[in-house]
């Protein structure tokens, strides 16, 4: 059971490129989301999706997009890329009706750095 | 706007005592709290949690406490091992009548535990 598996681990992006992070998870959740995590913060919500077909902006949803064709798959991705997007990102998802935790699972995060 | 507050950045405890990690929150909204933990190079993985309905929880070593009253919440973790070496975030779930996004967590900074042998 891969749980919520992140690609790449480590990118290194110019100024200006753009690029996907993937994400996929096995465990037929629901709820998927993306968060950032800059250095000495929490982590914040970039954009989540209930369900296939559908996603909704999180907290900072500025100069990234999103897209859930599929159950398993949440990929986000980034156009432009500046040096403010460098961070570490991390999927997740959830069964939102499944306590205690909600079943909410982490990827293991992709850092990724912008130059 | 700060929702949920870890003031504390670090904490360093000797190994077999008691840390006590705190949580402060500003929306009465929230109905349920949660404690993740997260190691280097990983993503955080769920540690406890608690509903706003109770005020303790405990599984283990591991207990948290919630003064609603006070918008308080605290881990106690007891005894203390160098495994428990970590970065501690706590989050927070608003009720689905009172807006929000539902299924979203919303995270404090963090604290890092040390624990010393």
């Known amino acids: 059971n891969a749980g919520v598996t992140q690609t790449p681990k480590f990118h290194i992006l110019k100024i200006g490129q753009s690029m996907t992070l993937q994400c996929t998870q096995d465990m037929n959740h629901n709820y998927m989301y993306w968060y950032r995590q800059d250095p000495g913060m929490g982590l914040k919500l970039i954009y989540y999706?209930?369900?296939?077909?559908?996603?909704d902006k999180g907290e900072v949803p500025n100069g990234y997009n999103v897209s859930r064709s599929t159950t398993e798959d949440f990929p986000l991705r980034l156009e432009l890329a500046a040096p403010s997007q460098t961070s570490v990102y991390f999927c997740a998802s959830s069964y939102w009706d499944r306590l205690p935790n909600y079943g909410y699972t982490f990827g293991s995060g992709t850092r990724l750095t912008v130059v | 706007d700060q929702q949920v507050k870890q003031n504390s950045p670090s904490l360093s405890v000797q190994e077999g005592r008691i840390s006590i990690l705190n949580c402060d929150y500003t929306?009465?909204?929230?109905?349920?709290f949660l404690w993740y933990k997260k190691y280097p190079a990983e993503g955080p993985t769920f540690l406890i949690s608690i509903s706003s309905i109770k005020d303790k929880n405990e599984d283990g070593r591991f207990t948290v406490f919630l003064n609603k009253s006070a918008k308080h919440l605290s881990l106690h973790i007891v005894p203390s091992q160098p495994g428990d070496s970590a970065v501690y975030f706590c989050?927070?779930?608003?009720?689905?009548?009172?807006?929000?996004?539902?299924?979203?967590?919303?995270f404090g900074k963090g604290t890092k535990l040390s624990v010393k042998p």
């Open positions: 929306n009465s909204m929230f109905d349920y």
């Open positions: 989050a927070a779930k608003r009720g689905e009548n009172y807006g929000g996004s539902q299924g979203n967590l919303i």
């Open positions: 999706s209930v369900g296939a077909g559908i996603t």
